[in-house]
């Protein structure tokens, strides 16, 4: 009797202890950003840009609100780089959010790190992109949040999605 006891008490503490935790806790997954150049090809003129995965527009982020992501950041280009969660307010966690020297060290070329989105209230289309000189300017693309499981954007379900991306062509700009 006492020994069943105990370890009624065990799984009770266990729980308190772990189980909570792991209904409540928001999932996370990772991403692979690998930054490099690679030629692009508009107008009849072809030349080196500089990509996330060889892809312009960069890849598109597909999440859901509440959800933590991690994206590892390879540098394969000749120049320093962040990325910069645009409208991800990052509570209590700006620390990845990209603002070259303002919250982290630039990625320098050959380097990589892990930078954690933390997808709180956001819901809809943001974008991503580069935060550091002119890099900005081919290093962007979309994150599309969707609602919860469950719950619904505020409006009738869409027929169709097609993200449009705007370009940055202004070296001067700093967003
Ligand atoms: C790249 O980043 C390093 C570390 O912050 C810095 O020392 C270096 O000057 C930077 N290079 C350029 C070209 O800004
Ligand atoms: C949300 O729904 C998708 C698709 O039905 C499912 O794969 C996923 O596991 C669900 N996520 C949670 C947190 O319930
Ligand atoms: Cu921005």
Not at 88 to 114: A, H, L, N
Request: with cysteine.
């Amino acid at each position: 009797m006492w020994l069943i006891m105990k370890v009624f008490l065990l799984q009770i503490l266990a729980f308190l202890l772990f189980g909570g935790g792991i209904y409540c806790q928001a999932s996370t997954r990772r991403l692979t950003f690998v930054v490099k150049e690679a030629s692009y090809t508009r107008l009849c003129s072809t030349k080196n840009i500089l990509t996330v995965n060889g892809q312009f527009p960069g890849p598109t982020i597909y999440a859901k609100k509440g959800e933590t992501i991690i994206v590892d950041v390879y540098n394969k280009g000749k120049e320093n780089i962040t990325i910069h969660w645009h409208g991800v307010s990052m509570p209590r966690y700006p620390w990845t959010d990209g603002p070259e020297y303002i919250t982290q060290c630039p990625i320098q070329p050959g380097s990589k790190f892990s930078q954690k989105i933390i997808l709180s209230f956001e819901e809809g289309t943001l974008w991503w992109h580069a935060h550091s000189d002119w890099t900005r300017n081919t290093v962007h693309g979309a994150i599309i949040i969707y609602p919860k499981n469950g719950t619904k954007y505020p409006f009738p379900k869409p027929n169709a999605e097609i993200p449009i991306i705007l370009g940055i062509s202004v070296v001067t700009f700093k967003g």
